[in-house]
C-alpha cells in the first residue's frame, strides 16, 4: 500500500494572514478560504499536498519541512529578503539571518517563522 499525505492542518490566529505570508514566501498561490470549508484557507504545495491554515483561539506553532531544489531555496531566501522576514541557519535560532552550509539532510537549510509563530524548514541538496 501507498501511503501519501493529502493534507495537514497548520493553525494560526489568523488563518488568512498566516496562508498568504506562506505562500507568498515559498512562491505559491493563495486562492483565499475553501469554497466549502470557509474555516480552512488552503494552499496547494504540490499535486499531492494541501496546507489547510485553521483559525485557533489558541494556534500552536508547528514545524514544517520541505525539500526544494536549489533555485527555489534561493527564490525562498530572496521573498525572506524582500520582506524583511526574519530566517537562520537553526531552529532555535531562526532569526539570525544565517543559512546553514552544513544541513544534515542537504547541502543547505534554513528555518523562518510566520507571523503566528510556525516554524518553516527548507533544505536543498
Keep these: 500500500m501507498t501511503i501519501t499525505l493529502n493534507h495537514t492542518i497548520v493553525t494560526a490566529a489568523d488563518n488568512d494572514a498566516a496562508a498568504r505570508f506562506f505562500a507568498d514566501v515559498m512562491g505559491l498561490e493563495c486562492?483565499?478560504?475553501?469554497?466549502?470549508?470557509?474555516?480552512?484557507?488552503p494552499v496547494r504545495v504540490n499535486d499531492a499536498l494541501t496546507i489547510d491554515f485553521m483559525t485557533a483561539a489558541d494556534p500552536q506553532g508547528q514545524?514544517?519541512?520541505?525539500?526544494?531544489?536549489p533555485d527555489t531555496f534561493d527564490a525562498v531566501v530572496g521573498r525572506l529578503e524582500a520582506r524583511d522576514a526574519p530566517y537562520g541557519d537553526h531552529p532555535a535560532h531562526p532569526?539570525?539571518?544565517?543559512?546553514?552550509h552544513d544541513h544534515p539532510l542537504g547541502?543547505?537549510?534554513l528555518y523562518f517563522r510566520d507571523p503566528g509563530g510556525?516554524?518553516?524548514?527548507?533544505?536543498t541538496s
Design 107 to 109: 547541502r543547505r537549510g
Design 118 to 123: 510556525n516554524l518553516y524548514e527548507i533544505i
Design 31 to 41: 486562492t483565499g478560504p475553501h469554497p466549502h470549508a470557509r474555516h480552512f484557507v
Design 63 to 69: 514545524h514544517l519541512a520541505f525539500d526544494v531544489d
Design 95 to 100: 532569526g539570525n539571518g544565517r543559512i546553514d
